[in-house]
Structures are given as C-alpha cells and as structure tokens.
Nanobody, 125 residues
Framework: QVQLVESGGGLVQAGGSLRLSCAAS????????MGWFRQAPGKERDFVGA????????NYADSVKGRFTISRDNAKNTVYLQMNSLKPEDTATYYC??????????????????WGQGTQVTVSS
C-alpha cells in the first residue's frame, strides 16, 4: 500500500515555472514507477509523464516534452514534476500515481494502482 500526497500547485503567469512534489508513504517507494497525470475542467485525465523505479528512464506526453521534467529522490520518497514555460492550457489538477507493473512508464491509467488527491495548477495568460 502506498499513499501519495501532492503539493506545490498554485497560480502562475504564462511563461513561468512551478515544481510539484509527490510524497509517498511506506518503505517500498523505490519499487514503484511513478507517473504524473492531469485533468482540466470538463476534460478527461491525461498522461503527463512517468519515471522508472531507478529514475534512469522517463517518458513524456508530446504536449509537455521539452518543458516538463520528472525526477525522483528515493531517499526522500518523493517524485517531482518541474514545469517550465507554462501555458494557459497547462491549467489542470495534477495527480501523481504509482504503477503496479515493474518498470512501467507508459500512459495507461489502468496500470497505476495508487493515486494522490491532486494539486491545482492555474496558468494565467
């Protein structure tokens, strides 16, 4: 069982940056690939990116590639989402999730067993 808590959301102007954090409970955090997803109002939840258990591999949605970076610190049981060059269309609730499949860094939400409660990011134009 893993409990996830996101933080770091807020209001930022277009072109700005934010760093989201996702803190995990438990001693097995390092065994889980971690993903970030987002859901804008009235839209489906979409994949943002994911990182492997050891942090060596990442995968990003085309819409954020080159602007967002996922990293993790297994000693701190935390995964991060650094968001640069933010756009109004990045406005959404952002969720972190732990995958139940070894080394899975894909976009299928059904592969992610544990989810945080989300943190709101609003980008003003």
């Amino acid at each position: 069982q893993v409990q996830l808590v996101e933080s770091g959301g807020g209001l930022v102007q277009a072109g700005g940056s934010l760093r989201l954090s996702c803190a995990a409970s438990g001693r097995t955090f390092s065994r889980y690939p971690m993903g970030w997803f987002r859901q804008a109002p009235g839209k489906e939840r979409d994949f943002v990116g994911a990182i492997s258990e050891d942090g060596r591999s990442t995968n990003y949605a085309d819409s954020v590639k080159g602007r967002f970076t996922i990293s993790r610190d297994n000693a701190k049981n935390t995964v991060y989402l650094q968001m640069n060059s933010l756009k109004p269309e990045d406005t959404a609730t952002y969720y972190c999730a732990a995958a139940g499949l070894t080394y899975y860094i894909g976009s299928s939400q059904s592969r992610y067993n544990y989810w945080g409660q989300g943190t709101q990011v609003t980008v003003s134009s």
